[in-house]
DNA sequence: GCGGGTTTCCTAAATCTATTAGGAAGATGC
DNA sequence: GCATCTTCCTAATAGATTTAGGAAACCCGC
């Protein structure tokens, strides 16, 4: 029998192409042994689980996204790296809505410790450095930051922004205005 | 053989609490009909699919949400009214983790138009009277504040936080200051 | 280049979920 | 009390997950 040459690299990278393709919720462990086509007993010579698959695609989104983040905001600053990397963000969900929902997936702490998600934390405080906030008002405005981007980016792709006008990226412009507003001017406590 | 007396309303109903209980992600129709001590087949002469029931328990948990929101905003205004609304979002998500995820679920259309998701809009809409926005600003900040409040929940249940300091409790009073004061002090284009 | 050990892939099988078809017993209305 | 509709059932199909155990392919030292 020829093998398929199999690795837990290349079943995450194509997991996360099948959930762009059709959506993270439908990415089964069946369907990927039928795009590689082996039997699906085979894939568990790789992967643990179908939730150690997910955990994996998660975890790869979580580091694309980080590299990512980090090319866009090599060299900015202030409102600059402010912009560059919430479009990071949104531009990473348009263009791969099923690596953006893999990113979301909850992991257990183990996983969480080893993924990117630190990367992620850094950079938005890295955006910090220019406005003038200091602790704990700098660890507030990351929690800011990161709630409107990830809610952003999730109820405008869930639709939930209507389609009625203004459209959403006027929406987004003036969005990263009044964020960049707020932290020029972080209010006293 | 006597009858379980099911309909569609205790159906989803009943669907909430299994997904408070093991999380909307495992509702099943298997579940709901062990829950009723029923076999599977009987559920299917009162909902079309499983996606159907998910769709019912979603547009349940919208119905709850709003009629919290309303009950909280009324004679609230400014501040208040921001806070109060938030806080309904937030409690709801911990009181109610399936729920929160449910109301969360991607509605079809026409579902949609018939979901409690209008109440919603116009809810946060009627903070922003208590300030000086005017549309297209009003918009703006509506959509500003949605993602702010789904954003933060979801990453605070998710653990998206950590654990280190300051806590989430500080974190968002401090986050509402700083949307009160955005909102106040908007700025022009 | 050959024998042994490991890895990768297979067949087979159990279990769970979703869904449909068709039947029988309970409820309802006249 | 009969006809009808509804609700629940049994039976069956199909797809997903997961485990067990086997055989061929690969790799390593000799």
Do not use: C
Not at 50 to 70: C, Q
């Amino acid at each position: 029998m020829a093998r398929a040459g199999l690795t837990m690299d290349r079943l995450a990278r194509a997991g996360a192409e099948l959930a762009d393709e059709v959506g993270f919720e439908q990415v089964t462990v069946s369907a990927l042994a039928r795009r590689f086509d082996v039997k699906v007993a085979s894939l568990y010579s790789h992967l643990k689980s179908s939730h150690d698959l997910k955990t994996k695609i998660a975890m790869l989104a979580l580091e694309e996204l980080a590299d990512r983040a980090g090319e866009a905001l090599a060299g900015r600053a202030g409102k600059d790296a402010l912009t560059a990397l919430a479009n990071v963000y949104r531009d990473y969900a348009r263009q791969h809505p099923g690596r953006y929902a893999a990113a979301q997936f909850r992991l257990d702490p183990k996983s969480a410790a080893a993924s990117a998600g630190g990367r992620h934390a850094q950079m938005t405080r890295a955006i910090l450095r220019g406005y003038d906030l200091t602790e704990p008002d700098q660890t507030h405005a990351v929690r800011l930051l990161g709630s409107v981007f990830h809610g952003y980016v999730s109820l405008e792709m869930g639709g939930g922004f209507s389609h009625s006008a203004p459209d959403t990226e006027e929406t987004w412009t003036r969005v990263l205005d009044a964020l960049d507003a707020l932290l020029r001017n972080w209010p006293a406590p």
